[in-house]
């Protein structure tokens, strides 16, 4: 029962990483190298809930409701017992999934997908109409050049980054009302028709490096991540994120913002802890909120450290919960912060200039 214990420390560990988190895979093998060693012990004998094991792939004994056919150099999906809640096909070379690939196991929460060769054209339809208890759906890394279709309702974490996607259609999500993570990054979207207005329980969107132009429009209220970085993004509207009153953490680095292109009071927002301006055009640092706690500005043309865009008042009460700052990168001199910063910035554990 280690995985047990895996799987708890790790999702406190997601939950502790849950700022710049790479990779949230690594663990999945993790856990079935765990069960490839207790496999190989009753090799022998294989219980008859493994009789319906694909050849191809391994059926732990131990969890039979798991299914590993990761890594095998397959070409084409193997048959899937009905019983089966968690199938890993990663990382192998399958370009098409049929429409009645999944036909018996209408039980399937989790299906892994990740890092083979699928296209749209070759994706079926409605393979997962049917699947009523799908949680957790991983397509990253493939060719998919489309939003797949039919998706169940049920779903709580779409992965499609690394893939070739180039827009959104505004109906691609429609209903999915239980999504809580939508991962789009490394794709190549540009426009974006109002697509997230159905995610009523979504909590982090990742758009980051993709060609959009234009902060998405109807964001749901429920949004706390969101990752725009390595985009084309110049202008932000006014009142932006006011529509956003549980965001937390924003992330708009390696995009063409400047100050003309951001409304006086933009940052300004009391949900706000994380904010990522980095390697951007600005010339003066944009106020913010006294609640903010990291502040990354590196990487600007920021001429001068203006205490006013921190506190607009200092005492017992008004003061910035900054923790950590970074002007590096910038055009402000050493001798520039003004004498009455420590005050306002009496957090502060780390001023980078
Ligand atoms: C599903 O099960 C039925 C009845 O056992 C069988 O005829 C059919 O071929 C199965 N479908 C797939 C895709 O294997
Ligand atoms: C999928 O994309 C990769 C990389 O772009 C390419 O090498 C491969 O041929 C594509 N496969 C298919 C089936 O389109
Ligand atoms: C959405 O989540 C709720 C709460 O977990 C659950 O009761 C409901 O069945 C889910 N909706 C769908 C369509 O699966
Ligand atoms: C932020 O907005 C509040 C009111 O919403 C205002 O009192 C405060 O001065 C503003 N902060 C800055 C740095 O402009
Ligand atoms: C900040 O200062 C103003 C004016 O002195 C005061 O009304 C307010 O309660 C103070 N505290 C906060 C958290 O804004």
Redesign the pocket.
């Known amino acids: 029962m280690k995985w047990i214990s895996i799987l708890i420390t790790v999702s406190l560990w997601e939950m502790s990483q849950c700022q710049y988190e790479e990779d949230t895979h690594w663990w999945l093998s993790y856990i079935q190298n765990q069960f490839y060693n207790y496999d190989s012990v009753y090799e022998e004998d294989r219980p008859p809930s493994s009789q319906d094991c694909p050849l191809e792939c391994d059926c732990p004994p131990s969890f039979p409701t798991a299914m590993y056919c990761d890594n095998r150099n397959l070409k084409h999906l193997p048959y899937v017992p009905s019983r089966m809640k968690y199938v890993y096909f990663q990382d192998n070379h399958i370009t098409s999934v049929q429409d009645d690939a999944f036909e018996n196991a209408t039980g399937l929460m989790w299906v892994v997908l990740n890092n083979n060769q699928i296209s749209s054209d070759k994706l079926g339809g409605k393979v997962f109409s049917k699947l009523?208890n799908l949680e957790r759906l991983y397509l990253d890394s493939n060719n998919l050049t489309r939003v797949p279709s039919s998706l169940p309702?049920?779903l709580r974490e779409l992965h499609l980054s690394s893939n070739q996607l180039n827009r959104l259609p505004s109906n691609a999500l429609e209903g999915l009302?239980?999504m809580t993570a939508l991962h789009l990054h490394d794709n190549q979207i540009q426009e974006i028709g109002g697509a997230f207005k159905w995610l009523k329980s979504l909590v982090l969107l990742d758009l980051s490096n993709n060609n959009i132009r234009k902060v998405p429009d109807g964001l749901p209220a429920s949004l706390q991540q969101l990752y725009l970085e390595f985009n084309h993004v110049s202008t932000i509207p006014d009142e932006y994120f006011r529509a956003l009153p549980n965001l937390q953490y924003v992330r708009l680095s390696h995009n063409q913002l400047s100050n003309d292109g951001i409304p006086f009071n933009t940052f300004n927002t009391t949900s706000l802890l994380e904010l990522d301006l980095s390697y951007n055009s600005l010339r003066r640092i944009p106020p913010v909120n006294t609640n903010l706690e990291h502040f990354y500005l590196q990487g600007n043309q920021i001429t001068e450290f203006s205490i006013g865009s921190f506190c607009k008042i200092v005492d017992i009460t008004n003061f910035s919960r900054i923790q950590v700052l970074r002007l590096d990168g910038n055009i402000i001199q050493q001798n520039a912060i003004p004498p009455d910063s420590p005050l306002c910035l009496r957090h502060a554990g780390l001023i980078d200039i």
């Open positions: 009523n309702r049920s009302e239980n």
